[in-house]
Every structure is written in C-alpha cells, then in structure tokens.
C-alpha cells in the first residue's frame, strides 16, 4: 500500500506517518513534509523518484506528473485502467494526506496553491479506490480504522472524499474573495461582486431552532473564526437559534450606540427589535434606563451591556425581570456567581466586539437578495434645521441617540427619547402613524421635551402631530417628500424643531 504525504500544515503528520510505516505502508513525499518523516527516522520515497523528474519553477510544479496522477485516478475495478498502470510502470496510490497553502492568513499570487488542489481532488473524485485526508483531526480515526480493519470503509473513504471537495471549494472561495478585496469589478466603490461564493461549516450545535421542533446551528465560513467563536458562556441554559439572532441585534446595537460618545450603553432587545435602550454615565444607571423602555416587554429579553458589569449592575438585574441572556464585554469578580444565585437560567455571556460583514444577504425563495452592510452615514454636522425653532443641546443628544436606534427597529418605526433613554418605540407597522401611536402609548407621557425619530420621510403632517401627541421638542426624520413644506409648516405650527437627516433607514 502507497500514501502521498504533502501538507502544508504539518500537525500531526510524523506521527501519522510512524503509524502507517508501522502498518507496511510505503510513503512518498516532497519538501518540507519529506524532511520532517526523514528527521524523525522513517524511510520516505522521494517525489522526484516516482515522477524521474525535479521540482522546478520554484516549488510551483512537483506533483503535478501522470506517474502521481494516474497513480492516484486509477479505478481499481477498470481493467484498462490497470492496463495503462502496468503499461508505464506506474504504483497506484491508496491514501493521499494533503492540506493546503494557509491562503487566509496570508493571500498572495504565491499562495494560491495548485498541486495540492489538484492531487486532493483527483482523490476525492476516485474514492471508490482511494481515500483522501486533508483535516489532521482525521488522522487518528484513520490509523485506527486501519488497525482494526486493515483498510477503509467506503463510507469511511465517501466521507472523507466529501469534506475534500468542501475544503478545496472553500480555498476557492477565499481566493475570489481576496480578487473582490483587492480589485476589478467588485472594487469599485458602491459595487456588488458579480458572484458570491459561500463555503461554511458548522461551527456550534444550537438547542433548536426558531421552534422546538426546527433543528439550529450557528455555521461560520471554513477555516475562519468571527466574534461569536471568541463568545464566552458563564451559566445558563445551551443556546437556541433565537437568542443568538437576538443577541446578535443587541450586541450590534450596544457598540453602534457607543460611537455617539455620550456615554455607556445598555439595549434590550425582544424578537430582534429594541424595546428599551439608554445611555448613562455609568453602567447602572444606563441598565435601568434601558429596562424602563418597556419593563414588561423586556421579560425574557437580551440585555447588553457596552462596559464591564459590576455588582450593582448584576443586582438590578436580578431584581428585575428575567432575561434570556445577558451579553457584555466582561464582569467584575463575583457578579457570575450574584446572577447564577438569582437567574440561574438566564444565559450569560462574555463577547469581544461584533464584526459586520461587507455584503449583507438574505435568503429568499430561489436565491438570496445582497446589499451594503447597513449603518448610520449621517450626523450631526450633516442634518439640517428646517423649522423656526431649533433644537437644544440637550435634545439634540436626545435627537441623535433616537435617530441611530431607528436604524435597529423595524420599519416602518417611530423611536422616543428623552434624557438619554428611549421612552417609546414602535416597530414593524404598516403605518407610520400607527408607529407613532403605538410608541406614545409605550412613552405613557415620558416624551415630553424630548425627541422623536422615524426611519422614512413623513408623506403627510399626521405623522408630525402624531410626534406632537407625544410631547417631544424635535421631530428628525429623513426628509424627500414633495410635501416636505408642508410637514416642516406643520412642525411650526405646533412649535416643535424639524430636523431633516437626508437619509432613510428601513429595516426589513
């Protein structure tokens, strides 16, 4: 029996190398993998022996030969095929162990690996004779199945062959998106890569899905890590599909809300949507004016906390409603140990900040729809004033912590905030009255002198004395109507500012 050995990642190969030796097994390797199974004393047929020629081109062309390939492709059960082999003296291959070029953390021309691919798929397509090793987690249930068994299954071999053609459609689709990184079409400013190409593997088993009865797991794109893998869990029950989508939104909202520079920020988001938020001087202070958002709604809510939490924080928490999970950059001695007494259900968790991916996707049926990651582009400096009163500095804060809460709920959306918390927030309506409605009902007088913030322009002046309704001093809102006139006409007339941001935040 013959095994190529060429790897990249030399993790475990001598030691996989001993064994098959010890096995009777012929070895034939190149390179660096060569001189590592010859520095440990095991006896290794050079490439350039079976193939009668050199490397060349530095290191560019070694495997690349019909005396490995047809060694490799060979069907064992084809008579023709072993015909050809005897004809040009050629030893067919039984077990390749490759791994590739590491191209993520270093892309390059130079890394863009091509024998390696080559050899791993020529194995992968010829498992019914060969079997193909590319994951180095895979070494020692190969050795012992040999051991056991003196060869492989074929569904040891079809299992192998398929997480082969994952990893070389995963090295693939790094490189097409190193060329969409660096240039061409997808370079351009404003512009969509012509293809995406997606390779994930499954990174977390989740305790189910949207429901009980669907399955859930959390998949991550191969041979990368994001935030979530660098995600702590302290106490509480295993995770769902649902408190991950959540605490996704809160976590993103938290460190969104912390680039207003006001202060620290606490969110507590329910089904995806904010249903209280605030920031403060302190953690404390910002948790309770988050829970007095919407105190019944944040029952069973993600609670996310943008600075390290303290023991008076973890008491309010505890005394408050029970939340599903709690996420925040860290925690002082002892608050686990406070919210394990108290909430021992309540998932608690430790997290580095988020990461947003470039192209924001979404399924749909038959394919998926992409666009920009969202974000906030606008700011202070860049809104204008279109009313006779303008706003003060106070509502102001009050008018920019609104406005960037508005791209967090779903649209249509009308946000209230006064004294740095939200007070009202009405998402996901038909209608951006009915939004307002529902947020001045949830403000229950809060509002007053405060702001008011919606994600698209007001067609009409009901939406402003909806605003009004509530008491707030300032209305922003995008602004594009052709009745913008008449809306900011209908702002003077009911003595509020009108702020005019020049962008639109739907979220759907």
Not at 11 to 27: D, K, N, R, S
Not at 185 to 210: D, N, S
Not at 479 to 489: I, L, N, Y
Request: with cysteine; glycine share 12%.
């Amino acid at each position: 029996m013959r095994a190529l050995l060429s790897v990249y990642d030399k993790t475990g190969v001598v030691e996989l190398a001993a064994a098959l030796v010890e096995l009777g097994w012929e070895l034939v390797s190149s390179g660096g993998t060569a001189r590592a199974i010859v520095g440990a004393g095991l006896p290794v047929v050079p490439v350039e022996d079976v193939t009668g020629s050199p490397e060349m081109l530095g290191h560019r062309v070694v495997t690349l030969h019909p005396a490995l390939h047809a060694g490799i492709l060979a069907d064992r059960s084809d008579p023709s095929h072993a015909a050809d082999l005897q004809r040009f003296g050629i030893t067919p291959i039984d077990l390749v162990v490759s791994n590739l070029y590491p191209f993520r953390s270093d892309p390059s021309v130079e890394m863009i690996d091509i024998g390696g691919p080559a050899m791993v798929r020529a194995a992968a397509k010829n498992h019914g004779s060969v079997a193909v090793v590319v994951d180095p987690g895979d070494y020692r249930p190969v050795v012992d199945e040999l051991r056991e068994s003196g060869s492989l299954s074929a569904g040891t071999r079809r299992r192998l062959a398929r997480t082969a053609f994952a990893h070389t459609a995963a090295y693939d689709a790094a490189i097409v998106g190193w060329f969409d990184a660096v240039g061409g079409e997808a370079g351009v400013a404003g512009t969509l890569p012509p293809t995406i190409h997606l390779a994930l593997e499954r990174a977390q088993e989740l305790r189910y899905g949207e429901n009980p009865q669907q399955a859930g797991a959390r998949y991550r794109a191969m041979g990368t890590t994001s935030w979530w893998d660098g995600v702590v869990q302290h106490q509480g029950l295993p995770l769902s599909y649902l408190n991950l989508y959540d605490a996704d939104a809160a976590w993103g909202l938290v460190h969104d809300l912390a680039l207003l520079q006001a202060g620290t920020a606490v969110a507590i988001v329910k089904h995806a949507n904010p249903c209280g938020a605030a920031v403060a001087a302190d953690v404390a202070t910002a948790y309770q004016g988050a829970l007095e958002g919407d105190e019944q709604a944040a029952f069973g809510g993600i609670v996310a906390l943008g600075d390290v939490v303290d023991t008076a924080t973890a008491e309010r928490m505890a005394a408050g409603p029970q939340a599903d999970v709690v996420i925040a950059p860290g925690y002082d001695d002892g608050v686990v140990e406070v919210l394990r007494a108290r909430r021992k259900n309540t998932r608690v968790l430790s997290a580095p900040p988020p990461e947003a991916d470039p192209v924001q996707l979404r399924q749909v049926a038959g394919g998926f729809l992409g666009q920009d990651r969202p974000r906030v582009a606008t700011g202070r400096a860049d809104w204008r004033v279109v009313t006779k009163v303008t706003p003060t500095d106070g509502q102001w804060g009050d008018a920019e912590l609104a406005w960037r809460l508005c791209g967090h709920v779903t649209s249509n959306c009308v946000v209230l905030v006064e004294g740095g918390r939200a007070v009202g927030i009405g998402a996901g309506q038909q209608s951006r009255v009915g939004a307002a409605e529902i947020a001045t009902a949830r403000a229950r007088g809060r509002a007053a002198g405060g702001a008011s913030a919606t994600d698209g322009f007001y067609p009409f002046p009901d939406g402003v004395e909806a605003a009004a309704a509530a008491g707030v001093a300032v209305v922003v809102q995008p602004g594009g109507s052709v009745r913008d006139d008449e809306v900011s006409a209908a702002a003077d007339r009911l003595g509020l500012a009108m702020v005019l941001t020049g962008e639109r935040l739907f979220r759907h």
